[in-house]
């Protein structure tokens, strides 16, 4: 048997903090060969502007990147979904040589006619910016054919992670904005940022602040729909959820129609309740307050007897979190601690040096925090600190179950609404399901072997 | 949703096939010891490991080069060089099997230069694993056929001459691992030596582990790979490949090896073709266990004869597995309304007339299709069910057509890695599942109840 102890890549020390003194670096290019468990620009572009739900989106390259990203998120429409259908230039060999632009023109005019979307956002991947393609020119042209938005996405990937690809996308969300013909605010009035309505999320939400008396005039983009974006400066407030991925747009909203935004949370009894609490106070109204201290106290009384039996379980099981944005792993440090779990490991792909100063502080000492890790990182210190859930994404879930950990997924993918006070109660649940499972007297790790 | 108009789309809509380094990654986790690598940028190999995950549900660590965009301007050799090192250092592994995105073939990288480079620079270096390299550009082929430029690249890259030796090379196709596992017993039970290229059972359906692998165990070694040019006889699982993509071909214009082709051995007909390659190679009869499997098998077939009889089906994937799947259907008399694949090999409508003699000529027989295109051909024809991979769910949701699933990816049952196709066992579980469903629906398609079916 070969030497399995893993070490870390001389050039990822930084990027790993195990304790002692605060000394990390974070927001760095992903080291070729190091297998991040990070994507691409269009990746972040892509999950943003997937949820439009009546706007057809086009994926300009060749056939993989939009095969991969077909139907691939539990983002919910409540109306149409244009969105589940996967539409791609399919580049071949001609068209890399010649160009694909006429191409893209054909593609985009005929799915125009056949499926009627209000608008088409049309990504550009890796190899379009380098073949030559006018992808915004041939956008111009078709928008002024058919008489809908028809926006290019600067989603090339490889200009960098996630994050510019969210950036990409807030650029052309804000096309879109402001287009509605009434410019007048509209009193006690939010719009939800930064919500994919996976699993239903958003209808929870939204249910919270309107029972609070507030309106909700756009959600982006979960149950997103084009005439809804272009109210959007409408609202008198965005609410933006997660570090990364709208806070552009939100800074756009401010900066041209003067809206201010708050951050918020939905996961966890305390996060879910402080984005309630922020929008009363926000509007300074003494009756939405109370609303709020109403809705959070008759959900909170139906949910913490229903949490007792899950967190008799599950006190003192030690958890590993790794997310994509860092803000989430805030929510779940104490989401488990609501369990009476601990977290033992924790980091995010694309989090910045402060958002991990923070969380080591927030976590306990000796807690190992992680900046853009990988499969091998992962694996040592889910190992090194025998942790027994581990929560993340799909890429990391067989490195969890080929050791024998159970595991939660908490990304794009996953079919439970984890938002909002019920959703903690099927986070329990789900963490539950798996930390307590029987199969893990199996594995190796516990059957002492 | 589903639009009916049959124009003919210049977009692909609901593509029905994948790109060609998913394959060649595939390929290359059938080498043991073989970490896979993609030269170009993060998001390709991230979402190929993300694909293969939700099918496998077993580790798929691919490195990328993590191109920039001063590689786009300067090209991918400092890319490739340091991810070539950070790989080596962090994985240890014995091979590296590069496969090239789009975006590399499009700037025009010479990645094999570029290893050659690295080989010799880094030379000193003691135990330097095996680069291997295999040119896969997207926009030049599928999945299907990243996965054969890969073998025929790992077999071009290791192959040596030497003295005769008495052994069975097999070039399996793109198979479950279940399917490996099955060819391994049955070569077993011949009693010649053999190795299959690639072999992926085990690195994607192993056990639970106490520690954890850099690199899954199994997969076929260099050596053997190395000795496939002094192979008694090699055979090669495909049907609609052709001769330049072939890596038994390969064996046949460099060494001279006997090679034997013969398509995927789905259903009786064409394993029945497979045991007669392996009787000639070894001399001898079929072992008396595949013999009791097929007895076996043709009593099933009896058994359930009405059930499948006329029943329409459509069926669609890779070409080569869409051949086997339709000598099979028509075998036990399902009637293929349609067949379909995203390649396009030009090859698949008389390759499937070969291997399926009794199939209706006027059947459609789509290449480069996908499955906007299958659901609006299909929908006049009203199968009674679809046969393929899990992306036909949609189609089976808005059609409310029966799905089988088969092949890959099969991304919402949990049978994927396990599930048998080939030999006469494969046949018998095909036809256990056709034949329970048409069952089914039988029985609950009126309100009867009836308790014998
Ligand atoms: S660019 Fe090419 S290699 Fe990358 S995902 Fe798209 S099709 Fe596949
Ligand atoms: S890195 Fe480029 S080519 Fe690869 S998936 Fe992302 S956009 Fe597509």
Redesign the interface.
């Known amino acids: 048997m070969?030497d399995?102890t893993?070490n870390l890549?001389?050039?990822r020390k930084r990027q790993v903090h195990t304790g002692g003194d605060f000394d990390m670096v974070a927001e760095k290019?992903?080291?070729?060969?190091?297998?991040?468990?990070?994507?691409?620009?269009?990746?972040g572009s892509r999950v943003v502007l997937y949820p439009i739900a009546d706007a057809i989106h086009?994926v300009h390259?060749?056939?993989?990147?939009?095969?991969?990203?077909?139907?691939i998120r539990g983002a919910l429409s409540s109306g149409p979904?244009?969105h589940?259908?996967?539409?791609?230039?399919?580049?071949?060999?001609k068209?890399?040589i010649y160009g694909g632009e006429s191409?893209l023109h054909?593609?985009?005019v005929?799915?125009i006619d056949?499926?009627r979307p209000k608008a088409a956002f049309v990504y550009a991947t890796?190899?379009v910016g380098?073949?030559g393609d006018d992808v915004v020119a041939i956008c111009r042209k078709v928008e002024r054919e058919k008489g809908i938005p028809v926006i290019a996405v600067d989603s090339e990937?490889?200009?960098?992670?996630k994050k510019e690809g969210y950036k990409a996308a807030c650029n052309a969300l804000f096309k879109i904005v402001g287009t509605d013909d009434v410019q007048e605010k509209i009193p006690k009035s939010i719009n939800i940022l930064g919500d994919f309505n996976l699993a239903g999320e958003i209808w929870i939400i939204k249910e919270y602040y309107e029972r609070m008396g507030v309106h909700v005039v756009c959600t982006i983009s979960g149950d997103g729909r084009v005439d809804d974006i272009r109210k959007a400066h409408r609202a008198q407030v965005n609410i933006v959820q997660c570090s990364g991925s709208v806070m552009n747009l939100a800074r756009m909203l401010e900066h041209e129609y003067g809206t201010p935004s708050l951050r918020a949370s939905y996961f966890g009894i305390e996060d879910m309740s402080k984005a309630l609490y922020d929008v009363a106070d926000f509007f300074d109204d003494a009756e939405m307050r109370r609303s709020a201290q109403r809705v959070i106290k008759e959900e909170v009384a139906r949910l913490l007897p229903a949490l007792a039996p899950y967190r008799k379980d599950l006190k003192g099981k030690k958890a590993a979190v790794y997310t994509g944005g860092a803000f989430k792993v805030f929510s779940l440090v104490r989401s488990l601690r609501t369990l009476g779990m601990e977290v033992v490991v924790a980091g995010s792909q694309t989090g910045t040096v402060d958002d991990y100063r923070l969380l080591s502080e927030l976590c306990d000492p000796g807690t190992v925090i992680l900046d853009d890790t990988?499969?091998?990182e992962l694996?040592?210190f889910?190992?090194e600190k025998d942790v027994d859930l581990f929560i993340g994404?799909?890429?990391e879930?067989?490195?969890a179950?080929?050791?024998?950990v159970g595991f939660c997924d908490h990304n794009h993918e996953r079919k439970e609404a984890l938002a909002g006070f019920i959703g903690m109660l099927n986070f329990a649940k789900e963490v539950h399901s798996s930390v307590m499972s029987p199969v893990w007297q199996?594995?190796?790790?516990r059957a002492g072997? | 949703m589903n639009c009916v108009t049959g124009k003919n789309f210049t977009a692909t809509r609901n593509a029905c096939k994948l790109c060609a380094p998913l394959g060649a990654c595939l390929a290359f986790r059938g080498i043991e010891g073989c970490l896979p690598f993609l030269h170009g940028s993060q998001g390709c190999a991230t979402y190929i490991r993300r694909y293969m995950i939700s099918h496998f549900r077993e580790p798929m660590d691919i490195a990328s080069s993590s191109f920039g965009e001063d590689s786009v301007v300067f090209g991918g050799r400092r890319n490739l060089f340091d991810g070539l090192r950070h790989v080596i250092e962090g994985y240890r592994p014995q091979v590296i099997g590069i496969a090239t995105t789009c975006l590399a073939e499009t700037i025009g990288d010479d990645v094999s230069m570029f290893v050659k480079e690295f080989v010799s620079a880094e030379r000193k270096q003691t135990a330097l694993p095996y680069i291997l390299h295999a040119s896969t550009p997207s926009y030049s082929g599928s999945h299907a056929d990243g996965y054969q430029w890969a073998v025929r690249a790992i077999v071009d890259q290791l192959a040596v001459d030497g003295p005769n030796e008495k052994f069975i090379g097999v070039f399996p196709g793109m198979v479950s691992p279940a399917d490996l596992r099955h060819l391994r017993e049955l070569l077993d039970d011949f009693g010649m030596p053999f190795s299959i290229v690639p072999d992926y059972s085990d690195p994607l359906d192993g056990p639970v582990w106490g520690d954890y692998h850099r690199i899954p165990y199994g997969g076929t070694p260099v050596r053997e790979i190395g000795k496939l040019g002094r192979a008694s006889a090699v055979v090669e699982l495909a049907s609609t490949l052709s001769e330049k993509q072939s890596a038994a071909t390969l064996l046949d214009e460099r060494f001279s090896t006997a090679v034997f082709r013969t398509g995927l051995p789905i259903g009786i007909r064409q394993t029945d073709a497979f045991f007669r390659v392996l009787e000639q190679i070894t001399g001898r009869p079929t072992p008396a266990r595949h013999a009791g499997e097929r007895g076996r098998l043709i009593d099933a077939y009896v058994d359930g004869h009405k059930y499948t009889f006329g029943k329409k089906v459509a069926l669609f994937g890779e070409e080569d597995f869409v051949v086997g799947l339709a000598a099979f259907c028509c075998e036990i008399g399902l009637r293929p309304v349609l067949c379909a694949s995203g390649g396009k090999s030009g090859r698949l409508r008389e390759c499937i007339m070969a291997a399926a003699p009794e199939i209706d000529p006027a059947t459609p027989i789509l290449e480069g299709a996908d499955f906007a295109e299958i659901g609006e051909t299909i929908l006049p024809l009203k199968p009674d069910l679809l046969i393929g991979n899990s992306k036909g769910f949609t189609l089976s949701r808005t059609t409310g057509t029966p799905l089988i699933r088969v092949g890959f990816p099969i991304h919402d049952r949990i049978s994927g890695p396990r599930s048998l196709h080939l030999g006469y066992r494969g046949a018998q579980r095909l036809f256990d599942t056709v034949c329970d469903k048409l069952m089914e629906i039988r029985q609950e398609s009126n309100d009867i109840g009836y308790s014998y079916i």
């Open positions: 070969h399995e893993i890549l001389e050039k290019q992903s080291l070729a060969g190091a297998v991040s468990q990070r994507s691409c620009s269009f990746c086009v390259g060749p056939i993989g990147c939009a095969s991969y990203t077909w139907d979904e244009l589940r259908l996967s539409f791609s230039t399919d580049m071949q060999e068209d890399v191409k054909r593609a985009l005929e799915l056949e499926y890796c190899i380098v073949i990937g490889f200009k960098g992670s990988n499969p091998l694996a040592k889910v190992k994404g799909v890429k879930r067989p490195i179950y080929k050791l024998g199996f594995a190796p790790r072997q």
